[in-house]
């Protein structure tokens, strides 16, 4: 039964009344190592004045508001000035008073046995406080810390007052901290983690290194999960110092923490020109790319920020967002409409005065465009021809197209209508220059981004949560991954670094196959995958076979060679073209047929624009090299 916070007071203080007389004594005693000298009993109104003195400092000072049970070093520094200032009131006291003072040698001497005795109390009654109603430590989970930083301290301190987890010892890499301890507990070297885990039968790791680099954090969860024990780990230090989360708030690591190289800082040379001070649009402003575009760009102090999106709720999603953060001096202007309006964009880049667009609109999905390839080129080759003669008629000083690797050598009707517009804005820039206008061209071409609509994360996510099993459509298919704020930086810094008709390539790291991902999402869920050799696993994986158009790998460059940027990341191509006198009546060819919903015509003028995209085949093999339905992978 709990003491009301009356009841604790009281207690305390008739400890205390307890605890200041055995101070007095025990400091005569072992100045004059005599339990009962004479200058002892000379001094017996110290019993009274210490009594009187100490129990109103403590009083008036806050002694007996704290929480017991989450006393700290802060609380016993706090504890010991106030037992200085009553050891001082008392001495001052003495000498006014007639009375016969002790040796000088014992007022020191006071003040640490009355320290020691009040603060040693204080730390018993907590430690006992902190076992009553709970979890008896054999029967905790055992765990191990993985970090012997900051952070593992506050993590270790955390998981000590919550008694949830015994903490069984630190790992840490630094050879400098092996064998030492922290907390009381050993810290140990990586090398032991299996032994350890052995012995302490620990059921998780905790990842308690805020900063760590990707290919680090892949490392080590990676031989963590060979010894089948799950890893969580603590927020990042962003989430930390922003207050959207505690230390002891652990999560299990995401995929995407684990795939791509190391994010580069960007490039604070980069990122401001051209934006700063200027009126910038962003079409397809409600797609994954486009909205964080439109947010970094919000960063950069532009004069102002048109949203062009045709998705209703996606615009007033985005809009809502941006206005919740929109600095003071700044137009936040959404443009409900179509890309391909060109109408529309030309009036909206006049009246807005617009001086760049980005433009993010396009229909990206492989089946989706496969299954309507008329949209799919309306969306994206008319969308971006729009564009691009709006951003030339109106003078704008730049237009950037984001585009994708799918647009190398493809093998869908998506990916050939990427490459067709990168040829329209090809013919724009050479158009541009024939008549020395001082619109810039440029496109930005990037793999696949983890956490966008349709990535195959979200996906895989979505079917280990059901119990699965995990579709894939290929064992040996592969992919570039990189997280959607880093594209977005790196396309807002490839822009500033725009000359005309410039191709940029984005470092995508390593690629990743689509197998190695399924499974390591099971392991990171804390599940096992069902294969012939877990046959009592809990998430089955799936092969489906190709969907039509689909590749096994996908590239960055058709033929040319890409040269070097001041950004490590990003990499300049000059691939081959089409002449716009060549190029635009092929492209009003298209538009007729599309006009007239002639699928076939408008496919067959595809297949010229883009020669090395070959109608009807899929992957570039033949359906009958792909495991068939419900094989398993």
């Known amino acids: 039964m709990e003491l009301p916070p009356l ?8 400890i205390d009344v307890l605890l200041i007389p ?11 190592a005599h339990p009962f000298s004479e200058h002892l009993g000379a001094s017996l109104w110290l019993f009274p004045v210490v009594w009187t003195v100490g129990l109103s400092v403590y009083a008036f000072t806050g002694q007996y ?8 070093s802060t609380a016993f520094y706090a504890l010991a000035t106030r037992n200085a200032a009553v050891v001082v009131l008392v001495y001052l006291l003495g000498t006014l008073l007639p009375v016969q003072m002790p040796p000088r040698s014992s007022w020191p001497l006071l003040w640490l046995l009355l320290t020691g005795l009040t603060g040693g109390t204080r730390f018993v009654l907590r430690d006992l406080l902190l076992r009553a109603n709970h979890t008896p430590s054999n029967n905790r989970p055992q765990v191990m810390i993985y970090g012997a930083g900051a952070a593992a301290a506050q993590l270790a301190a955390a998981l000590r007052l919550a008694r949830s987890h015994t903490v069984a010892a630190f790992i840490d890499d630094d050879p400098g901290l092996w064998r030492r301890e922290l907390d009381g507990i050993a810290i140990r070297a990586p090398q032991m983690l299996p032994e350890l885990v052995n012995s302490h039968q620990v059921s998780q790791v905790l990842l308690a290194i805020p900063s760590l680099s990707r290919s680090k954090r892949r490392r ?21 110092t922003s207050g959207q989360a505690r230390i002891n708030t652990l999560r299990p690591v995401a995929i995407e923490e684990l795939l791509g190289r190391d994010a580069v800082p960007p490039d604070p040379n980069l990122l401001g020109p051209g934006v700063r001070g200027s009126v910038v649009a962003v079409t397809g402003a409600g ?22 999106e045709r998705s209703e709720p996606a615009l007033y999603a985005i809009h809502q967002e941006l206005k919740q953060q929109l600095p003071e001096g700044l137009d936040l202007v959404p443009v409900l409409g179509n890309a391909a309006d060109a109408a529309l ?13 980005f433009h993010a609109a396009a229909y990206k999905h492989v089946p989706l465009v496969e299954a309507n390839p008329l949209a ?15 951003a030339l008629d109106q003078g704008l000083r730049q237009m950037v197209l984001i585009s994708t690797d799918k647009a190398v050598r493809p093998t869908n009707v998506m990916g050939a209508s990427k490459r067709e517009a990168e040829l329209v804005v090809q013919g724009l820039a050479e158009q541009a220059d024939r008549q020395g206008a001082s619109t810039r061209f440029a496109m930005v071409r990037f793999g696949n981004v983890l956490g966008s609509s349709g990535s195959v994360v979200p996906l895989f996510r979505k079917q280990i949560a059901a119990g699965g099993p995990i579709t894939l459509t290929h064992p040996e298919i592969i992919r570039f991954f990189m997280t959607i704020p880093e594209a977005a930086q790196l396309v807002l810094q490839a822009a500033a670094l725009a000359e005309g008709g410039d191709l940029f390539l984005l470092d995508m790291g390593e690629p990743v196959r689509i197998l190695d991902l399924a499974r390591q999402m099971v392991r990171l869920s804390g599940l096992r ?53 060549q190029l635009w009546p092929q492209l009003d060819a298209l538009e007729a047929a599309i006009r007239c919903q002639d699928a076939s015509a408008a496919l067959d003028l595809l297949a010229q624009l883009v020669p090395e995209w070959q109608r009807g085949e899929v992957g570039g093999q033949s359906q009958a090299a792909h495991p068939t339905d419900g094989a398993h992978c």
């Open 287 to 308: 797609g994954s790319i486009g909205s964080e575009l439109c947010r970094q760009i919000l960063r950069l102090g532009p004069k102002a920020l048109v949203l062009l």
């Open 220 to 240: 080590i969860v990676q031989d963590i999960q060979q010894l089948g024990v799950s890893v969580l780990q603590v927020p990042s230090l962003e989430e930390i």
């Open 65 to 72: 508001r704290g929480l017991t049970r989450y006393v700290s």
């Open 22 to 32: 055995l101070a007095i004594w025990l400091s005569f005693w072992l100045r004059t």
């Open 345 to 357: 964009m030309q009036r909206c880049f006049a009246e807005q005065a617009v001086d760049v667009v």
């Open 529 to 581: 995958v069902r294969d012939a050799h877990t046959p009592d696993g809990d998430i089955e994986i799936s092969c489906t076979g190709l969907r039509p158009g689909e590749k096994l790998y996908e590239e960055l460059l058709i033929e040319a060679s890409s040269e070097a940027t001041p950004h490590p990341l990003i990499y300049r191509a000059r691939e081959a073209s089409l002449p716009p006198e």
């Open 376 to 390: 799919g080129l309306t969306n994206n080759v008319q969308g971006t021809r729009v564009i691009g003669q709006a």
């Open 7 to 14: 009841g604790r007071r009281l207690l305390l203080g008739m």
